[in-house]
Each structure stands twice: as structure tokens, then as C-alpha cells.
């Protein structure tokens, strides 16, 4: 007798490898227009699938997971960043939320650095420039920009990802790296990184780059505001390849219109792919599209850790990246 397959259900289009395995072990639904699917077709596939996998773009609500008809027992979220998914209401409703730690650390580190390379050197700006054809030739005072190498690196959230980004900042331009966050990391964690902890306060007063990696949470909303950034140097830069919603953007293009700090480097938005009132205009930002995990082998490594949480949840087994 054949064995009823899992009803697994896709928002997204995934990498195709993972996709055909998926496919080849569960009964796959997949939103093959590949579009941020409606809360009634969030909520439809709740309905149907065990396994529903959302990715950044789906608000998974309290109001969806309470439904009746909901039927699905596990989410396995294709990204690290989880805060979409009111996991709070999921354990009510015994539906486990499962993610992808660890194999998109080094490819969002690499964004976090073009991101401090870039708003420092104004790489953006000179790139519109030639290609606008308006690049008139060198001189000595055309396009001066902030030297990077020897100055200091403040990380607001030092997990795997900040760590990442800090090593590469320290050992790779001899930055100087400060950090905040719930309590001091480990020598073990460490791992011979020079890294000095502070209170946030110091962090964003003696820093020439901050840079977020903390998760979006109530705490950590917001955090970046019209006070903190006026606790920055006015020659200081803010990266955020962490969550859009712990900077108060409309400060945030106020601070960078006004001189209260340098400039900005941005791949993640309060409420994507919006962009408050006022950012694109500015000349001191540096704006990406929410591409930090986005190369081709880590988002192939996301899909086959969302799908090993899957296998484990099939087969009855504790789940790998348990998040709720
Ligand atoms: C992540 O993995 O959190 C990325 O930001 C995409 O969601």
C-alpha cells in the first residue's frame, strides 16, 4: 500500500535542485507565479499543506495560525530571520517553526562589508557618475571619501553573522571592533578576535561604522531612532543587513539629510520593498534590495536546511533549527 505523502507547500520558487527533491519525497505545492502570496492564499495553504514554508515576505499572523481550518504542523521558514512568523500563536497551536542558521552567515557578512566599503568610499555614487557619462576626468579633490582601514567597527548584535562581518573588518582592514548586546561572547566564540564589549551608548558614540546584526524583536524595534543617531559621530556610517524594522527609517533620512552622521548603507527596509519618504533621494545611502543571503550556493545551502528540518519532522525526529 502506498504511504500518504506529507503535503509540503512553498510560497516562493526555491533553487531548483531542492525544489526536485522536495518534489520527488512530498506531495509539493508550489506558488509557481512567485509573487508575496495574499493572506487568503497564505491561509489556503495552511489549510491544505502539513508543512507550509514562508520566506521573509510572508506575514505569517496570529489571525492566520488561529484559523480553524488550519491543518499545518510545521513551518520551515527559507530564512535565519523569523520574526514574520507570531511564533508565539504557532506553539499555541502545536505548530513547530524551523530555520536556517548558520549557511548564510559568511554571504550576509560580505554584503555588511560591500555595504561599509561602499557608503565610505561613495563607490555607488562614482559608478552613477561614469555611467551617467558625467565623469569629467581625475583631480586631486574630485570624489574624497572616508578611508575605512585602521578605524573602528561597532557591532550591535554580535552572533554568528556579526561575527563573521567583524572578523573580515578586523583581520582583513585592521578596524577596531566594539560590540553590544545581551551579554559579553565567549573567548571560545571569539576565537582570537580582539573585540571589546560595551554598553550601546558608548558603542554608537565611539564608533566610525555601526553596524546591525541584531534580530528584529520588540526590544531591538526601533532602536535606531532620532536619539541614538544623534549619539553617532557626525562622521559615522550605519549598515543594516540585519531587519529593517530596527531602524526608524523616517529618523534615519532625517539624520542623513541633516548632518547628524555621514551616511548609510541599507539592504534591509522597514517595510519592503517600500522605502520611506526621502531615501532614494539621498546622495550619503547606499541602498540594496534585500540581497544579503542572495548567492547562488547559500541560497541552495537555505533550501537543504529547510529541508532537512522537513525529513527530521516526517520522520518523527527532534527538529535541527527549532526556533518555536
Ligand atoms: C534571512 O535569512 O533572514 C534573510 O534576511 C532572508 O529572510
Redesign the pocket.
Known sequence: MNKVKLRVALTRRWPESVEQVLGEHFDLRINQENRGMTQEELGAALAWADVVCP??TDAITADLLGAAQVKTKLLAN?????NHIDTATASRRGIAVT??PGV?TDA?AEIALTLLLSTARRTAEGERLVRAGKWAGWHPTHMLSTQVSGKSLGIIGLGRIGLAFARQAHFGLGMEVLYSGRRPQSAHVLDGLPARYCGLEELLEQSDFVSLHCPATEQTRHLINSETLALMKPEAHLINTA?GDVVHESDLVRALSSGVIAGAGLD?YEAEPKLAKGLVELANVVLLP?M??GTTQTRVA?GECALANIRAFAAGEPLPNQVG
Open positions: 520566506t521573509v527559507f530564512g535565519v530571520g523569523f530555520n536556517t548564510l550576509t531587519r534591509v534585500h544579503g543571503s537555505m
